[in-house]
């Protein structure tokens, strides 16, 4: 069962042992600026395309030589899918090798740039945490002795003001640490950061609301071990399923 690869009015007539070429993307005949040209050299596979899926919709499967016919037909349009992603692939060369000259001459400048924000970020960093300990010791400080004077003047230690606390040379607000200039600003915030100390103490609604994302976690896993022929740890349902296996000559 072979098929008509039709351009114009070239015809190949190609069988399932070959694979059809339109044409040859070469760089004198490439316009980057328009890809008119180089799509038209894949549209010539919609009829073909359409063509197998007609054929593959209509065909049913009721004795041995139908199911010859399918496993034909399929053979044919894995050939068609691989020849068109070589063209594909042929047809970019030309600007992957523009694409690879640009990116292997720009990425060192924007990698050295980046390498530069985190070596400051990392020096600022360790300089205003050493701040906002300085302010949280202060807040701490001026806590305390407002409490005590609250104690010995028997009122509430929300009545007592307590003064800003200010260390030189910038001034650090109460709240938080940060330091502003016309270019942005950085500040120190505290948050939450968290792991697992005992994957079974988990509440169930945690593990049952993020099923599939732990299935894939533990896929490889649990697959090495049915490659080994282990089928039965706990908690996992194992069964046999029906798969077509394919082989392309």
């Known amino acids: ?15 399932i042992e070959g694979v059809p070429s339109f044409f040859d993307p ?29 054929q593959a919709a209509e065909h049913a499967v009721t004795d041995q030589d139908t199911s010859a016919q399918a496993v034909e037909m399929s053979g044919q349009a894995r050939k068609l899918s691989n020849a068109i992603e070589k063209q594909r692939k042929e047809t970019l060369k030309p ?41 949280r010791e202060a807040e701490a400080k ?24 200010v260390v030189a040379p910038v001034y650090i607000p109460p709240a938080v640490t940060e330091i502003k200039n016309e270019s942005g600003s950085q500040k120190i915030e505290y948050e939450t950061i968290w792991d697992i100390a005992d994957i079974r103490a988990l509440p169930d609604e945690c593990l049952q609301a993020r099923a599939e994302q732990i299935k894939a976690a533990v896929a490889p896993w649990i697959n090495a071990r049915v490659k080994a022929g282990i089928t039965n740890d706990s908690g996992i349902v194992y069964r046999q399923e029906p798969k077509l296996k394919t082989r392309v000559r």
């Open 1 to 15: 069962m072979g098929i008509d690869y039709t351009i114009g009015s070239k015809v190949q007539s190609v069988s």
């Open 26 to 54: 070469s760089p004198a005949k490439i316009d980057p600026f328009d890809p008119a040209p180089l799509l038209s050299g894949f549209a010539c596979y919609e009829v073909h395309i359409q063509q197998i899926e007609n």
């Open 95 to 135: 600007f992957a090798a523009v694409i690879d000259a640009i990116n292997s001459t720009v990425k060192p400048f924007t990698l050295r740039l980046t390498d530069l924000v985190k070596l400051l970020e990392r020096k600022n960093t360790v300089w205003m945490i050493e701040e906002d300990r300085k302010r």
């Open 142 to 165: 001026a806590r305390a002795e407002a409490e005590a004077k609250a104690k010995a003047m028997q009122v509430p230690v929300e009545q007592i003001p307590v003064e800003p606390v």
